[in-house]
């Protein structure tokens, strides 16, 4: 005859914070400790392509600036093709295709430094409008959370995305807009990301 097994209770999470810079972006917490730090900046002068900034905010319930998110990003090149990474993450072709940031301390801001991408293939067979896939952790958040960001220029091409028309309404839509500016003659792209509240962003579960 079997034993019952004693009730086991829940085992405790953690969230991502507060030392998430330290062991993911340590060089804007100070600390000199890799050989190679992780880069905003995916693109070079060789890069072919728009050369963007993506910009913006990470919001919380109450709409202040989080000044501890970390903020990843995945995306295709101009041609909407994805790049396979090297072994040590970094890449040293004209185009990486992966960055990583920590929001500013001061300003709450984070920015990439990168190319507009292309119309990627859906697993559907469905082009994809162009996009970029963003990934968020930070204090108070237990798994990462995943979004992306979809561009104000391509209103056709995202009328058409497979993943935008699973947003049944419009103004939830638009939380994955990213805006086209121009600064000092830069294109720019902002695109602030709301947690909580009124005007949450639309996150994914992946």
Known sequence: MMTPLPYLKETVSQTAGPYVHIGLVPQQAGFDI?????????ATS????????????IIDGQGAPVYDALVEIWQADAEGNYVQPPKDGFGAGAFRGWGRVGTDFGTGIYR?????????????????APHIN???VARGINIGLHTRAYFSDEV????????L????????RKTLIAVREER???????????????????????
């Open 34 to 42: 890799f050989e190679k730090n992780f880069s905003n900046i995916l």
């Open 46 to 57: 060789e890069t072919k392509g728009e050369k963007i900034v993506l910009e913006g905010r």
């Open 112 to 128: 990439f430094e990168t190319v507009k991408p292309g119309s990627v293939m859906g697993r559907s067979g469905r082009l994809m």
């Open 134 to 136: 963003i990934w968020i």
């Open 156 to 163: 056709e091409r995202n009328n058409a995305d497979p993943v």
């Open 165 to 172: 028309k699973l947003v049944e309404h419009a103004e939830r």
């Open 184 to 206: 000092d003659g830069q294109v720019l792209y902002r695109f602030n990301i709301r947690l909580q509240g009124d005007g949450e962003t639309v996150f994914f579960d992946l």
